[in-house]
Nanobody, 122 residues
Framework: QVQLVESGGGLVQPGGSLRLSCVASGSIFSIRDMGWYRQAPGKEREMVARIITGGNTNYADSVKGRFTISRDNAKNTVYLHMNNLKPEDTAVYYC????????????????WGQGTQVTVSS
């Protein structure tokens, strides 16, 4: 079993900053890419940012220049640094990871965290 646990969400004023963290634990052989997604009320879940093992990243256009994704491979942890937050960033943020469970099987499985609420409001 693999678990992803997010933390760091909360209420922040427009223009403020937050840092989200997500720790992966359990039967992990390796993690390929990790990412953050978000879902606002009445909307579909969307990709916010992703980072692969080598460090390459990609971002949604709406967060480029404001959000930064990073990871600590030794700790199986991914971070999302969010600056200049806007009300439209309000959503539940979910962590995602592609995990290889053993040396024998090369398949990667998708896992999701339970989500953390980010609310941007004055």
């Amino acid at each position: 079993q693999v678990q992803l646990v997010e933390s760091g969400g909360g209420l922040v004023q427009p223009g403020g900053s937050l840092r989200l963290s997500c720790v992966a634990s359990g039967s992990i052989f390796s993690i390929r890419d990790m990412g953050w997604y978000r879902q606002a009320p009445g909307k579909e879940r969307e990709m916010v940012a992703r980072i692969i093992t080598g460090g390459n990243t990609n971002y949604a256009d709406s967060v480029k220049g404001r959000f930064t994704i990073s990871r600590d491979n030794a700790k199986n942890t991914v971070y999302l640094h969010m600056n200049n937050l806007k009300p439209e960033d309000t959503a539940v943020y979910y962590c995602n990871a592609a995990v290889r469970l053993s040396f024998v099987y090369m398949k990667f499985y998708d896992y999701w965290g339970q989500g953390t609420q980010v609310t941007v409001s004055s």
